[in-house]
């Protein structure tokens, strides 16, 4: 039972620099997201897609772009690192719609230096 | 200001005493979700309620919904150190509307 995979669980980066973290479910779900996670702040949406093909903006998407080009894969991507977008990133899948269970991965731990 | 302003943001209790996490906010919700998250995990959902004035129970745990709808608590009776971890509540202000998450309250429970 994989559920959400997500690559790499950690990684540095310098600033300025670019890098995909991957995500992908074996669920058959429609619906995927991803979060970021800061101290004391929950969980915040950065971007989400209702299915192949179709993406939308969360809560914080600056500095980020997202594809979702299968059900199954949907790539979070940092095209110029900063330092304020070190953080843990969970990516999240669900079925029910966007207020239905998430499934989530085992999140990636991003440091940008 | 957040959505949802959960408190407090850490409990740290001995083993078989008992806690109440709360989950507030000024806007009405029409479902809301409780989830705990361990270390090095993502989150886990635990229940959701739908009604104002519900209350589910989960073997120990205790969660209710507000008649209003505006807030949630989430009561452990004798707690075990196997409860401790990050506890984080999610609302969606109307059916189709994205989730919005609390701030989490990080529980401890010593032996």
């Known amino acids: 039972n994989a559920g959400v995979t997500q690559t790499p669980k950690f990684q540095v980066l310098k600033t300025g620099q670019s890098m995909t973290l991957q995500c992908a479910q074996d669920?058959?779900?429609?619906?995927m997201s991803w979060y970021r996670q800061d101290p004391g702040m929950g969980l915040r949406l950065i971007h989400y897609?209702?299915?192949?093909?179709?993406?939308d903006q969360g809560e914080v998407p600056n500095g980020y772009n997202v594809s979702r080009s299968t059900t199954e894969d949907f790539p979070l991507r940092l095209l110029s690192a900063a330092p304020s977008q070190t953080s843990v990133y969970f990516c999240?899948?669900?079925?029910?719609?966007?207020?239905?269970?998430?499934?989530f991965g085992e999140g990636s731990r991003l440091t940008v230096l | 200001t957040q959505l949802l302003e959960q408190s407090p943001q850490f409990l740290s209790i001995q083993e078989g005493e008992n806690l109440t996490v709360y989950c507030n906010s000024s806007?009405?919700?029409?479902?809301l979700q409780w989830y705990r998250q361990e270390p090095g995990e993502g989150p886990v959902l635990l229940v959701t309620?739908?009604?104002?004035?519900e209350v589910k129970k989960l073997k120990r745990l205790t969660f209710q919904f507000g008649d209003a709808r505006k807030d949630s608590s989430l009561h452990i009776t004798a707690a075990q150190p196997g409860d401790t971890g990050l506890y984080l509540c999610?609302?969606?202000?109307?059916?189709?509307?994205?989730?919005?998450f609390g701030g989490g309250t990080r529980v401890l429970v010593k032996p």
């Open positions: 806007s009405v919700f029409s479902s």
């Open positions: 309620v739908v009604t104002g004035g």
């Open positions: 999240a899948s669900n079925e029910q719609g966007n207020t239905g269970e998430l499934f």
């Open positions: 999610a609302g969606a202000r109307a059916a189709g509307n994205k989730l919005t």
């Open positions: 669920m058959n779900h429609e619906y």
């Open positions: 897609s209702v299915g192949a093909g179709i993406t």
